[in-house]
């Protein structure tokens, strides 16, 4: 299928490894020109030169932590500076800190609010002036499962991600008007750097080994395995374009059957 993405802007947030990169690596398979970020400036880097390699399409990496609003501000303007537009915005964050609500000290909060929820806010309230002011764009966010279905052990990662549920769905209702879909993307349990550690954690606490962790998530998958980081770049690709141009303020779950609530 062809997406039509040759020459759309895209910036992809937290795109060294895992989920983002692979966002970033099938919209610029698919021919989107793809702006990177991370904190991390070798690990973009290197990122930016795999993705080159494996397309043949360059992307351009930038150096932004998501927790500093000045900085995202900076960035969105470098980019409408460049090209003068943004057409596609994926804003994805690492994951929140894991543990339990006894656990949970006031820093562990903040920490998670300022990385999940705050770096989406602004980035959306930077991206939105300029995609409102070109006639239209696309706002795609990576969440979780945990925005629909909680799972024990990541609060943090529950109560966040279903914010973001609620920002991109009013997004998407006051933009809309405006040529402006919003939307989110809820990950299930997909083979990623993040998962590792979660499991890790886990086998920690229980003394069991990582490999048991792994096999009892696949157990509750009704396909049977973890999800491929591909598989949700590949659901971004396809929201980011004109063959979804009638969804918005959705939450598409990609992740192998594990919600299994019947309600959107």
Not at 165 to 187: C, F, M, Q, V
Request: charged residues 20%.
């Amino acid at each position: 299928m062809n997406l039509a993405l040759s020459d759309k802007i895209a910036l992809v947030t937290g795109a060294s490894a895992g989920l983002g990169y692979a966002c970033a690596r099938v919209l610029a398979a698919e021919g989107a020109r793809v702006v990177i970020c991370s904190r991390d400036g070798e690990r973009i880097e290197a990122a930016a030169g795999r993705i080159a390699t494996e397309t043949g399409v360059s992307a351009i990496p930038v150096v932004c932590d998501l927790t500093e609003g000045e900085a995202i501000g900076e960035m969105v303007k470098g980019i409408f500076d460049q090209f003068g537009r943004l057409d596609i915005l994926v804003s994805n964050a690492g994951g929140p800190p894991a543990g339990d609500f006894a656990n949970l000290t006031p820093q562990l909060w903040e920490d998670a609010y300022n990385l999940t929820f705050q770096s989406t806010l602004r980035l959306c309230q930077a991206a939105l002036p300029i995609m409102e002011k070109q006639g239209g764009g696309v706002i795609l966010v990576i969440t979780s499962i945990a925005a629909k279905q909680p799972i024990a052990g990541l609060v943090t990662s529950n109560a966040m991600r279903a914010g973001l549920n609620g920002l991109i769905k009013s997004i998407a209702d006051e933009y809309g008007p405006r040529g402006i879909r919003a939307n989110t993307i809820a990950p299930g349990y997909t083979r990623t750097e993040r998962l590792d550690e979660l499991a890790e954690g886990i086998a920690e606490r229980e003394g069991i080994s990582k490999d048991i962790v792994l096999s009892r998530w696949t157990a509750d998958i009704p396909l049977g395995r973890l999800g491929h980081p591909d598989e949700i770049g590949a659901a971004v690709a396809f929201l980011a374009s004109q063959r979804a141009a009638y969804i918005t303020g959705q939450h598409l779950a990609v992740d192998g059957g594990i919600i299994r609530g019947t309600t959107g």
